[in-house]
């Protein structure tokens, strides 16, 4: 299954949602894929605390991804997750 991509706000209420909407997955963190944008330095918090709840991840360049980077207003684009 592949998820659509989302877009959040890089504030603790933006990681809540991420959050909501991972556990909606209802699969063990081992078995879902996160690939993120790499934005500068803003996407590094919350990859290294999905890396250590188990999550595997797939840090991207902005060159891979359909919209760029990191918007004007300050929120993380197109974070995606897979379960295998």
Known sequence: MV???TTFANTREGWNRW???LSRLDADPSQ???GM???SRYHENLYHELEQRGYQ???LHPGQTHHGSLSNEGYMRRPIAWMQ
């Open 3 to 5: 998820v659509k991509p």
């Open 19 to 21: 959050e909501e909407r």
């Open 32 to 34: 879902i894929v996160i």
């Open 37 to 39: 944008e790499a934005t």
């Open 57 to 59: 991840m797939c840090l």
